[in-house]
């Protein structure tokens, strides 16, 4: 897998936080930095991506099946009793 070069600007204020936080040893430098920072920002945007999915088909499941909260728990517990 090739390596791809982002080019950006920040302003001066933000470049001096993370110099900062690099300075107190919690990286190497400003590229594990991040790099650290751009996997983090992929990974709560795709679990945002996610969490709305769910909620959308959950909202799909419930307008077909429209239950109680009551009622959900004794059918699930019901499920549970017929599997042990």
């Known amino acids: 897998m090739s390596d791809v070069i982002f080019k ?3 302003d001066d ?3 001096q936080r993370v110099k900062a936080i ?5 990286f190497r430098d400003e590229e594990s930095f ?3 920072a751009i996997e983090e920002m992929v ?3 795709e679990l945002r991506e996610l969490e709305e999915m ?3 088909n959950s909202l799909k499941i419930a307008a077909k ?6 009622d959900a728990l004794l059918s699930a ?3 549970e009793d017929d599997e042990l």
């Open 8 to 10: 950006t600007k920040v």
């Open 13 to 15: 204020f933000l470049a």
């Open 22 to 26: 690099i300075k107190r040893g919690s």
């Open 34 to 36: 991040l790099r650290v």
């Open 43 to 45: 990974r709560i945007h």
């Open 54 to 56: 769910m909620w959308k």
């Open 65 to 70: 099946h429209p239950m109680s909260i009551s």
């Open 77 to 79: 517990r019901v499920e």
